[in-house]
């Protein structure tokens, strides 16, 4: 038993040095440095121990900004995404031709470019000297007046942003759900058809209960992703997120390494470390949820 014990330490071993060497010493490492007061990255010295940076960090109007577009950015776009690639999925489910097709035109946004799709998004929404855009142009045909969705008012960028990141995002979500769906076993369904069960009912009582672990590890892995969303803020309105009122707390946390008024690598990690306690909290109340919602 013994040597069980010991054959099995050391096949866990290497994963344990990369998640040491990679994870749990960056983590101490950007912990330490969030606590040291008036940090010099050029002479690597701080005068003081303690929260002083956290409370910048938390008065910095910059980072508000930052917390309220990446909280905007999470609660719309992960539920409003796994919904629909949940609708999809079960569309794909049904057709027998052709799915194989489908499913790959699905797929290509995920392998397309981030920056790639951001400025075809940019061509969709933004208004030129020739045009006001496609966008514009079909809101033209219901009367409505143009609207500069790239440069303009705030809410209007927020919605291009929770657009672009649900289309980016979606197609993962689709052949993750797909294959779940059909991992289903077929007689549930034709013992519920027997007893003339409606498709509502069925979807309520076998589909979603049966695949509740995929619904439960899209949720939390879009949680994740959505907060450390960044690129895709980028890939809409340039670097200077600041300015277009559109930054994100990772862009945050960028801009203070190495954006123009950068090299306080003190306050970006307080942002940092505030950035993954609201993770943390986030993922934990999804795990206390999930125990009575996930079916094993």
């Known amino acids: ?75 719309i776009t992960v539920p409003i995404s796994t919904a629909i690639a949940l609708l999809i999925s079960l569309g794909l489910s049904s057709i027998k031709k052709l799915r194989d097709l489908f499913q790959t035109i699905y797929f290509l946004p995920y392998v397309t470019n981030t920056l790639a799709v951001g400025l075809v998004f940019m061509i969709l929404f933004k208004p030129t000297v020739y045009n006001d855009g496609l966008v514009n142009m079909l809101l033209g045909l219901f009367g409505v007046a143009p609207i500069d969705f790239i440069d303009g ?12 990141t649900i289309w980016v995002v979606m197609p993962f979500k689709i052949l993750i759900f797909t294959s779940a769906i059909a991992s289903v076993p077929k007689t549930y369904y034709d013992a519920a058809m027997i007893d003339g069960t409606s498709s509502r009912r069925m979807f309520t009582s076998i589909t979603l209960p049966m695949i509740s672990p995929t619904v439960f590890y899209l949720v939390i892995t879009g949680f994740i992703g959505a907060f450390k969303a960044y690129s895709d803020a980028v890939a809409l309105f340039g670097t200077n997120l600041n300015a277009a009122e559109m930054n994100t707390i990772v862009g945050y946390v960028y801009d203070m390494l190495y954006g123009d008024g950068g090299g306080y690598p003190s306050f970006a990690s307080a942002a940092a470390i505030i950035l993954f306690c609201i993770v943390l909290t986030i993922t934990c109340i999804n795990l206390l949820v999930s125990k009575k919602k996930v079916h094993y």
């Open 153 to 164: 008012p705030y809410w209007a960028k927020m919605l291009v942003l929770c657009i672009y």
């Open 1 to 75: 038993m013994e040597k069980n014990n010991l054959k099995a330490w050391l096949y866990l071993l290497p994963a344990m040095l990369f998640l040491g060497v990679f994870m749990v010493y960056p983590l101490i490492d950007v912990l330490i440095y969030s606590l040291e007061e008036g940090y010099n990255s050029a002479s690597q010295t701080f005068y003081g121990i303690g929260f002083y940076n956290y409370g910048y960090v938390l008065r910095d109007p910059y980072f508000l900004q930052a917390v309220k577009n990446t909280l905007i950015l999470v609660f």
